[in-house]
């Protein structure tokens, strides 16, 4: 997975940054897409239709 979405946008004074991240296979087609947030202690995959991991 790497990230095609350089940029970031911080939801709360909470230091929450979410980026907008693209899974592709090796000839860089599009498997899915999700969203990932850098908290503190943790990194957060949102994904469409799935629960977060």
């Known amino acids: ?5 350089s940029g970031h946008r911080r939801r709360n004074s909470g230091g929450v ?3 907008r991240v693209h899974n592709v296979d090796d000839q860089g087609m599009e498997l899915n897409r999700g969203n990932i947030e850098i908290r503190e202690n943790d990194l957060v995959l ?4 799935k629960e977060p991991i």
């Open 46 to 49: 949102f994904q469409k239709g």
């Open 1 to 5: 997975m790497g990230c095609a979405y």
């Open 17 to 19: 940054r979410s980026f």
